[in-house]
């Protein structure tokens, strides 16, 4: 159980155009999603948070306009890079947590972006 | 702020060598502790858990116990696999709030 789908797996796409993220809990409702960085080596830095119906909360230094995060339901939630450059290229991994229990959450396969 | 320090790595270990990768956190309260685990190209798994002090966290036979006293949760396990390869990280919870992680460490286990 607990199985987090994010969609796609891979995407190069070039500079200037935007790139949307799905993250989906496939068997469970997911109050709360997370959306993570993570550079090559390095742990995951923590973006944003989303709440379903409600606006996501930004950490300090993230780019509200340029990372656009939508949670309009109790599965789904979305990831849009907009005008992407090659700056942007990383890995992107989301995580969502169970509405019934405040931990710990579960993390999908992650998304490798790059941008030419 | 709270934080969690892992050993750093890479680690390289001979398969069926005893594993254990440390793992100190700073914090206020009393925080949920967790060990992930990242396979290549892929995003975490978690392996174990442990909610309060003296809990220990098991799975695929890996160990870990949360230990207030040295604010502790150190990974362990008896007989590591060539499967075993992958960044294994330590995180820590506060109730409802974000994780925070600690930087990975890197195994890799040769046969």
């Known amino acids: 159980g607990a199985v987090v789908s994010q969609h796609p797996s891979w995407v190069i796409c070039k500079s200037g155009t935007s790139v949307k993220i799905e993250c989906r809990s496939l068997?469970?409702?997911?109050?709360?999603m997370f959306w993570y960085r993570q550079f090559p080596k390095q742990s995951l830095m923590l973006m944003a948070t989303s709440n379903e119906g409600s606006k996501a909360t930004y950490e300090q230094g993230v780019e509200k306009d340029k990372f656009l995060i939508n949670h309009a339901s109790l599965t789904l939630s979305t990831l849009t890079v907009t005008s992407a450059h090659p700056e942007d290229s990383s890995f992107y991994i989301c995580s969502a947590r169970e509405a019934r229990e405040v931990q710990p959450q579960h993390f999908g396969d992650g998304t490798r972006l790059s941008i030419l | 702020g709270d934080s969690v320090t892992q050993m750093e790595g890479p680690v390289t270990l001979s398969e069926e060598a005893f594993l254990t990768i440390n793992c100190t956190y700073t914090?206020?309260?009393?925080?949920?502790l967790f060990w992930y685990v990242q396979y290549p190209g892929e995003g975490l798994q978690l392996l174990l858990k442990?909610?309060?002090?003296?809990d220990k966290g098991s799975n695929k036979g890996f160990e870990a116990t949360y230990r207030k006293e040295t604010t502790s949760f150190h990974l362990e396990k008896g007989s590591v696999q060539v499967s075993d390869s992958a960044v294994y990280f330590c995180a820590l919870t506060q109730g409802a709030q974000k994780l925070v992680f600690g930087q990975g460490t890197r195994l890799t286990i040769n046969p």
């Open positions: 914090a206020t309260g009393y925080p949920s």
């Open positions: 442990a909610t309060k002090a003296d």
């Open positions: 068997d469970f409702q997911a109050t709360t």
